[in-house]
């Protein structure tokens, strides 16, 4: 099945039912608060953070969230993440467990000084 491709962050959250959307303006909201200044759009068919270079993604699927930043910050946060499926730079927080935003947020904030 192919995904539906979006012109905005706008489009690509709308898409989802109530409940989803809830999580991922969270999650828009926690990154734009860390990386003011920063580019918002579509890239790879997700939302995406850029400063130069892209910073963080992060995308709803059926039965959880994805967070891509990058192999370093996955590695830095590795104890913390060993409740979650992750792999080089991906992250995945079941929708049926609560979403874990303060450290969302500390690896979006290791991301900015990272770049």
């Known amino acids: 099945m192919e995904r539906k491709k979006f ?3 706008d489009e690509y959250i709308a898409s989802y039912p109530p409940e989803v959307r809830v999580i991922l303006e969270k999650i828009r909201g926690i990154v ?3 990386v003011q ?3 918002e759009k579509i890239s790879y068919g997700m939302p995406t ?3 130069g270079r892209n910073l963080v993604h992060f995308a709803a699927f059926k039965g959880h969230i994805g967070l891509y930043s990058t192999p370093s910050a996955t590695g830095v946060f590795a104890k913390e993440l060993e409740p979650y499926e992750s792999g080089k730079g991906s992250i995945r927080f079941p929708l ?3 979403i874990p935003y303060d450290l969302i947020k500390r690896i979006v904030e290791f991301r900015v000084k990272e770049e």
């Open 7 to 9: 012109d905005t962050v």
């Open 96 to 98: 049926d467990n609560p």
């Open 49 to 51: 953070f850029k400063m």
């Open 37 to 39: 200044g920063a580019e």
């Open 32 to 34: 734009r608060k860390a």
